[in-house]
């Protein structure tokens, strides 16, 4: 492998060898030249992550998701069905006829093809099933994390384990 | 005697003295008591890797960035791969802290006293010394240090864990954990470590974001025997019947824990280096098998289980096919 190749794995992974492939660290072995600049991206890494973190200004999430969500809020039912009957772009009186219309119609069919029954249809079941299964998921998934922070702090208390930086890195799913 | 000369003499005491001291030392149990005593009580900051390997195989490696002040503060940053860099702990003898700023979460935890925990480490080490094989195997060189090498064997001669310890500041420069095939399960060494750290203001401070999610773990509950806990429960304990080799049950150690408003067995295993812990609580949950990180939760015979820890996923599988309520 030439040390250009060795060069670009290594900006890749900051000077990590944990991440090179078997013939870039055989490179290493022989090139004292690769080894400092692996050398120099790991001390460039360190002190980068020494910086004391800076925090986002309180709410900005919030305020993000909130731009989001209104961005992506979908068109309300009348804009959306008027567009469904009439091209974008005509006249207001005639969207607002084509709607009119179309609600006409519904009810008058709507009446014709009522049988009486209230329950909810096969699909609106098995919506309601799988959210239902979701939220006990997250249930069970919060409360294994709670017997897991509270494994943790038994196992720090054992003689020969490890510290928890080691915890941290163990007990990360993967 | 001329000035070279005492010289000469003085060089050559120090190194006997030097070498007396170190021959001294060569008790792995000693070796490991100081190792135990220094954690919290020896300024350090260092840069080591940690691996991980399930059946031999790497599975994770990171960087990470370690500051100690005694006594008892500590703070481990991961500074590699990118993907994970920031996340950390925080301890200051009392409070730990978890952050993971990629989930926005900190998990809060309430340490006990570290006396506390120091003066159990030390007793557990003591009955470690009687059950377990520790050998010494010689002095070898980590990030530059001279470290007293140890070795801890079940008594069957399986190999559970190994460490080098600075010879003069008692710091496990390195540490192997063994799975229960004794292959390597996790391996941590600093490449760089300095005894005469500067630390800058705040370092060993941490307030969560404004939008990070603080969850707050529970306080660690009363240790006490089997039947007590049985009885407190009102449920007997489901036991596994196979126990990965040098595990053994924590009789003493078992807790009644509160989890959804009910009770729930905490049931803790250990070969005095690894513990893993089998809850068990009365009632319905997801029939599925749930995994989650080093934990499989499942349900059988009216009970709820979670078998978690640092076993190997197949251990972890052999444990609860062993357990029949």
């Known amino acids: 492998m030439m040390c250009r190749q060795v060069r670009q794995e290594l900006i890749a992974c900051w000077g990590s060898t944990d991440e090179l492939e078997a013939a870039a660290v055989e490179h290493l072995r022989v090139c004292e030249a690769c080894r400092i600049e692996a050398a120099l991206l790991r001390e460039t890494r360190v002190l980068l992550h020494s910086l004391p973190a800076e925090h986002a200004p309180s709410g900005l999430t919030k305020r993000v998701v ?39 119609l519904a009810a008058v069919g709507g009446t014709v093809l009522y049988h009486g029954t209230t329950s909810p249809g096969p699909d609106q079941a098995i919506i309601a099933t799988t959210v239902a299964g979701g939220a006990q998921l997250a249930i069970g998934q919060q409360e294994i994390e709670d017997l897991m922070v509270r494994h943790q702090t038994l196992e720090l208390t054992q003689p020969l384990a490890d510290d928890p930086g080691v915890h941290l890195v163990m007990y990360t799913s993967y | 005697m001329s000035r070279l000369g005492r010289r000469a003499a003085i060089a050559v005491a120090a190194a006997v003295a030097c070498s ?4 001294q030392i060569d008790d792995p149990l000693e070796i490991l008591r100081r190792c135990v005593s220094a954690r919290g009580a020896v300024a350090f900051a260092g840069v080591r890797t940690v691996v991980i390997f399930e059946g031999g195989q790497k599975v994770r490696g990171v960087e990470q960035q370690m500051h100690c002040q005694a006594p008892h503060r500590m703070r481990i940053v991961v500074v590699a791969p990118e993907r994970e860099t920031g996340r950390m702990c925080l301890m200051d003898g009392r409070v730990h802290w978890e952050y993971d700023p990629g989930a ?3 998990v809060l935890a309430q340490m006990p006293p570290p006396e506390r925990v120091l003066q159990r480490r030390l007793e ?3 009955r470690i010394g009687r059950t377990m094989r520790l050998q010494y195997c010689g002095i070898e060189t980590i990030a530059g240090r001279p470290a007293h090498v140890v070795k801890v064997y079940t008594p069957q001669g399986l190999p559970v864990k190994k460490s080098w310890v ?13 799975d229960s095939h004794g292959q390597v399960r996790s391996s941590a060494y600093f490449t760089r470590i300095t005894f005469s750290p500067t630390f800058t203001p705040g370092t060993f401070e941490f307030e969560p974001p404004p939008d990070c999610a ?29 126990l990965p080799a040098g595990y053994s049950f924590q009789d003493d150690r ?3 824990i509160s989890i959804s408003g009910g009770p729930a067995l905490w049931l803790p295993f250990s070969n005095g280096a690894d513990i893993f812990s089998l809850f068990q609580r009365a009632g319905a949950g997801p029939t599925d098998t749930l995994r989650h990180g080093r934990s499989i939760t499942w349900q059988d015979g009216g009970y709820r289980f979670t078998l978690l820890g640092s076993l190997s996923t197949a251990e972890m599988q052999r444990v609860k096919t062993s357990i029949r309520p």
Not at chain 1, 70 to 86: C, I, K, M, N, T
């Open chain 2, 20 to 23: 007396f001291a170190l021959a």
């Open chain 1, 66 to 104: 909130a731009r989001i969500a209104d961005e992506q809020q979908p068109a309300g039912w009348w804009s959306r069905l008027a567009a469904w009957f009439v091209p974008e772009g005509s006249p207001a009186w005639a969207r607002a006829t084509a709607v009119g219309v179309a609600i006409a």
């Open chain 2, 166 to 178: 600075d010879t003069e500041h008692w710091i496990a420069l390195k540490t192997q954990q063994f």
């Open chain 2, 254 to 256: 078992v807790a009644v």
């Open chain 2, 124 to 126: 557990e080490l003591d």
């Open chain 2, 104 to 106: 926005g979460r900190a």
């Open chain 2, 214 to 242: 603080v969850i707050e773990a529970s306080r660690a509950p009363e240790r006490m025997s089997l039947a007590e806990a049985e009885q407190r429960a009102g449920f007997r304990a489901a036991r596994p019947r196979y």
